[in-house]
């Protein structure tokens, strides 16, 4: 998706302080090169291949299309990537970029912790400094993912200011970026923040749509007549939907967390129902889910990955313009997917990814058998398992166990 300057429509932009200005431009300036470099893209093919594994498969669940008794369902397999979802193909990305543009540290910010560790991963391999900025209150419920940081050679700050929480952990990360710009990176994990960060997101998250079209007429005879993506800050989806943009007989649907209800705080509804509204935040202009004053609102998903105050800006656009349809899906449809997936399929989703399953779990039933439908799972579920062993009650969980997973579930803040 090409922006005119940095804008999707109305949405978009570049809103940073202007110390950050020369960088911003330098980013763009070596993005614009690097993704009409045939070096570049070799490099970036190679290390897709050979250190995260791609190309993913797509995977017919027959047993579960049989179930539904309608459409069939194809799922995109991200969840085989390296570290288990879409996310290393946007850190690797940036990785060879940051390489490109001779810096030698890359600054990140995560919530839940996955963009943290996958971004550590890929600074160690690319022999990287890496900064990792967390909130406290996230850093003691995550702490698993920190010591992998850690491992990893990572240096994770805790950050103890406001809420302590991934809003004061990105302040804290813009803060670094504007003192050391001129030798480190500020990797951002989704199709979110300052242009061109949601274009590059997107252009390097585009090889999972990019593989589908080539495999789903291998596989199935035809393209999907309807795909489906889960929409945190939208980098799976931009990367799905994108390459199927000008096909119009291929329905894009986008899925945001629809948590426990529509009451403030109890959901991330940005795009549907008309619970977002225009804003200029965090360097980009989106739909924010805000107050009447303008106050950013708590969020709330059962899936980390999809708790996020705001959107990316090319879903923004594409869904005022009718080429994206947004739906939600909320907490028990996505626990039940995520179960239906395991018992007939084998496989074991993220609850961030089984928000698309259970749109199109819905919509199968009402479909033909000739109708194809391509999810993206965009990652695997063990990171899960305390969260969804909560949500369901399971009562068999050690007792030591079900008070850990207590803390755990309690994470309100979000992945970005
Ligand atoms: C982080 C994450 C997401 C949400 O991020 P997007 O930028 O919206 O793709 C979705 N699924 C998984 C498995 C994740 O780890």
């Given at each position: 998706?090409?922006?005119?300057?940095?804008?999707?429509?109305?949405?978009?932009?570049?809103?940073?302080?202007?110390?950050?200005?020369?960088?911003?431009?330098?980013?763009?300036q070596a993005?614009?090169?690097?993704?009409?470099?045939?070096?570049?893209?070799?490099a970036?093919?190679?290390?897709?291949?050979?250190?995260?594994?791609?190309?993913?498969?797509?995977?017919?669940?027959?047993?579960?299309?049989?179930?539904?008794?309608?459409?069939?369902?194809?799922?995109?397999?991200?969840?085989?990537?390296?570290?288990?979802?879409?996310?290393?193909?946007?850190?690797?990305?940036?990785?060879?970029?940051?390489?490109?543009?001779?810096?030698?540290?890359?600054?990140?910010?995560?919530?839940?912790?996955?963009?943290?560790?996958?971004?550590?991963?890929?600074a160690?391999?690319?022999?990287?400094?890496?900064?990792?900025?967390?909130?406290?209150?996230?850093?003691?419920?995550?702490?698993?993912?920190?010591?992998?940081?850690?491992?990893?050679?990572?240096?994770?700050?805790?950050?103890?200011?406001?809420?302590?929480?991934?809003?004061?952990?990105?302040?804290e990360?813009?803060?670094?970026?504007?003192?050391?710009?001129?030798?480190?990176?500020?990797?951002?994990?989704?199709?979110?923040?300052?242009?061109?960060?949601?274009?590059?997101?997107?252009?390097?998250?585009?090889?999972?749509?990019?593989?589908?079209?080539?495999?789903?007429?291998?596989?199935?005879?035809?393209?999907?007549?309807?795909?489906?993506?889960?929409?945190?800050?939208?980098?799976n989806?931009?990367?799905?939907?994108?390459?199927?943009?000008?096909?119009?007989?291929?329905?894009?649907?986008?899925?945001?967390?629809?948590?426990?209800?529509?009451?403030?705080?109890?959901?991330?509804?940005?795009?549907?129902?008309?619970?977002?509204?225009?804003?200029?935040?965090q360097?980009?202009?989106?739909q924010?889910?805000?107050?009447?004053?303008?106050?950013?609102?708590?969020?709330?998903?059962?899936?980390?990955?999809?708790?996020?105050?705001?959107?990316?800006?090319?879903?923004?656009?594409?869904?005022?313009?009718?080429?994206?349809?947004?739906?939600?899906?909320?907490?028990?449809?996505?626990?039940?997917?995520?179960?239906?997936?395991?018992?007939?399929?084998?496989?074991?989703?993220?609850?961030?990814?089984?928000?698309?399953?259970?749109?199109?779990?819905?919509?199968?039933?009402?479909?033909?058998?000739?109708?194809?439908?391509?999810?993206?799972?965009?990652?695997?579920?063990?990171?899960?398992?305390?969260n969804?062993?909560?949500?369901?009650?399971?009562?068999?969980?050690?007792?030591?166990?079900?008070?850990?997973c207590?803390?755990?579930?309690?994470?309100?803040?979000?992945?970005?």
């Amino acid at each position: 998706m090409m922006s005119d300057k940095g804008y999707y429509g109305q949405y978009g932009g570049s809103y940073i302080p202007e110390i950050l200005f020369s960088s911003q431009q330098q980013i763009q300036q070596a993005f614009d090169e690097a993704r009409q470099d045939p070096d570049f893209l070799q490099a970036l093919h190679h290390e897709w291949q050979t250190y995260s594994g791609r190309p993913t498969p797509v995977t017919h669940c027959q047993r579960l299309s049989d179930k539904l008794g309608g459409a069939q369902i194809y799922l995109k397999r991200e969840d085989l990537n390296h570290s288990g979802a879409h996310k290393m193909n946007n850190v690797i990305g940036q990785g060879l970029l940051v390489k490109r543009m001779g810096k030698r540290r890359v600054i990140a910010e995560t919530g839940a912790g996955q963009h943290g560790v996958a971004t550590a991963l890929v600074a160690a391999r690319l022999g990287l400094e890496c900064t990792v900025y967390m909130g406290a209150k996230d850093v003691a419920r995550q702490y698993p993912n920190v010591f992998w940081m850690r491992q990893l050679g990572a240096t994770v700050v805790p950050v103890t200011t406001g809420s302590q929480t991934l809003k004061d952990a990105l302040d804290e990360a813009l803060r670094d970026w504007s003192a050391s710009y001129e030798d480190s990176h500020y990797l951002i994990g989704t199709a979110c923040g300052c242009a061109p960060f949601p274009e590059m997101v997107s252009f390097f998250q585009s090889v999972i749509g990019q593989e589908s079209r080539t495999q789903m007429p291998v596989l199935a005879g035809q393209l999907p007549d309807k795909v489906y993506a889960c929409v945190g800050g939208g980098s799976n989806a931009c990367g799905m939907f994108l390459p199927f943009v000008d096909d119009q007989n291929v329905e894009l649907v986008g899925v945001e967390a629809g948590g426990k209800s529509h009451a403030p705080g109890e959901h991330s509804i940005r795009l549907s129902d008309g619970l977002g509204s225009f804003g200029i935040a965090q360097g980009y202009a989106t739909q924010f889910l805000q107050d009447e004053n303008g106050q950013l609102s708590e969020t709330h998903s059962i899936a980390a990955g999809l708790d996020y105050v705001g959107v990316s800006p090319i879903l923004a656009h594409l869904a005022e313009e009718g080429r994206v349809t947004m739906t939600y899906a909320q907490d028990d449809a996505v626990i039940e997917a995520a179960r239906m997936l395991m018992m007939h399929e084998g496989i074991i989703p993220a609850l961030e990814s089984s928000h698309a399953l259970a749109a199109a779990i819905a919509d199968a039933p009402m479909l033909d058998k000739d109708t194809h439908l391509l999810v993206t799972l965009s990652g695997r579920g063990d990171k899960d398992i305390f969260n969804m062993a909560t949500a369901i009650r399971d009562d068999a969980f050690p007792t030591f166990l079900q008070e850990f997973c207590q803390n755990y579930a309690q994470t309100e803040e979000g992945e970005v």
